[in-house]
């Protein structure tokens, strides 16, 4: 899923993010320094995806890490609902490339590699 936006509004997309479905997520970790994955059909997680992009040069960056999660602050209380929706986001979320000089074709690749992680 892309970013939302009203219907009556005209998105710039200055940023594009991706989320992944729940039910579509591999089996995945990430630490502040590591990450791994295991591939399953029909599933895949941002780091498989920035993995494949960058295979071909393509340069993407995980959703910005929340400050409760960051190293400075993340052993302190906080004070939250009972579900933690930033780091969600963090966790099944990934910035794409979304450079104005992109052509159709080399979208077309970007989607396609995403898509092929699907698989």
């Known amino acids: ?13 200055w940023l594009s993010c991706l989320i992944i479905d ?7 970790s990430r630490t502040d320094y590591e990450y791994s994955y295991v591939h399953e059909v029909g599933k895949t997680c ?3 995806i ?3 992009l960058e ?3 393509v340069e993407t960056r995980p959703i910005w890490k929340p400050m409760h999660l960051q190293p400075l602050y993340k052993d302190n209380d906080l004070i939250k609902l009972d579900e933690d929706v930033a780091a ?3 966790d099944r979320g990934i910035c794409l490339p979304s ?3 992109m052509t159709d074709e080399e979208q077309d690749i970007v ?3 995403i898509r092929s992680c699907f698989e």
Request: hydrophobic share 30%.
């Open 111 to 113: 989607i396609e590699v």
């Open 55 to 57: 295979e071909i040069n």
């Open 1 to 13: 899923k892309m970013n939302p936006y009203l219907d009556y509004s005209e998105p710039i997309f």
């Open 46 to 48: 941002p780091d498989e």
């Open 99 to 101: 450079d104005i000089k």
């Open 50 to 52: 920035r993995d494949k």
């Open 88 to 90: 969600d986001i963090f």
């Open 22 to 28: 729940k039910d579509a997520m591999c089996k995945h």
